[in-house]
T-cell receptor, first 114, second 114 residues
Framework: EADIYQTPRYLVIGTGKKITLECSQT?????MYWYQQDPGMELHLIHY???????EKGDLSSESTVSRIRTEHFPLTLESARPSHTSQYLC?????????????FGDGTRLSIL | KNQVEQSPQSLIILEGKNCTLQ??????????LRWYKQDTGRGPVSLTI?????NTKSNGRYTATLDADTKQSSLHITASQLSDSASYIC?????????????FGRGTQLTVWP
């Protein structure tokens, strides 16, 4: 069973607030990812990291930022939340190069911006 | 444009019955294809992976098939159980980048009724 944890699971917050979504994994995986998922739609990659001090933007443009100071920790930050940021955010990790290793997903943070 | 299309979008079956979910893709160059199961409110969990040379892979009551020539895959669920109710996501990885980019389908929402 994968050990990847996301907090909070649910967050309802007002417009303009700064938000940090936490993601931690205990598997020692170098590669970590953030996805955005809306109901009935496919997952969209918004950020990924190959390892400590490595971060890249994904396919879907996002106003969020990420950091990777420690291998196990990959937080996502929204400086000023807007209703358009309402979505589910999924964090994942994998070992090895390429797509041959499975991505292990957390249970997500469901974010609602009022 | 690389795409992954899944059908049907949703499916309702009675407990104990079998069902087959479809996935068509246009991703090239192809590396592998995975089926994920995503329970409501949870992150996706990998069920099977198939590479170019494999055409069948089983995981308990789940059997995935792959026809790399026609770029089609199916997931067959035998003797369905209530716990099979979930979204089943087809994910295709390419060989065109170090990241091993993943292309996600929108999923098939399966509901198993007692």
């Amino acid at each position: 069973e994968a050990d990847i944890y996301q907090t909070p699971r649910y967050l309802v917050i007002g417009t303009g607030k700064k938000i940090t979504l936490e993601c931690s994994q205990t598997m020692g995986h170098d590669k970590m990812y953030w996805y955005q998922q809306d109901p009935g739609m496919e997952l969209h990659l918004i950020h990924y990291s190959y390892g400590v001090n490595s971060t890249e933007k994904g396919d879907l443009s996002s106003e969020s930022t990420v950091s990777r100071i420690r291998t196990e920790h990959f937080p996502l930050t929204l400086e000023s939340a807007r209703p358009s940021h309402t979505s589910q955010y999924l964090c994942a990790s994998s070992e090895g190069q390429g797509g041959n290793q499975p991505q292990h997903f957390g249970d997500g943070t469901r974010l609602s911006i009022l | 444009k690389n795409q992954v299309e899944q059908s049907p979008q949703s499916l309702i079956i009675l407990e104990g019955k079998n069902c087959t979910l479809q996935c068509n893709y246009t991703v090239s160059p192809f590396s592998n294809l995975r089926w994920y199961k995503q329970d409501t409110g949870r992150g996706p969990v990998s069920l099977t992976i198939m590479t170019f040379s494999e055409n069948t892979k089983s995981n308990g009551r789940y059997t995935a098939t792959l026809d790399a020539d026609t770029k089609q895959s199916s997931l067959h669920i035998t003797a369905s159980q209530l716990s099979d109710s979930a979204s089943y996501i087809c994910v295709v990885s390419d060989r065109g980048s170090t990241l091993g980019r993943l292309y996600f389908g929108r999923g098939t929402q399966l509901t198993v009724w007692p």
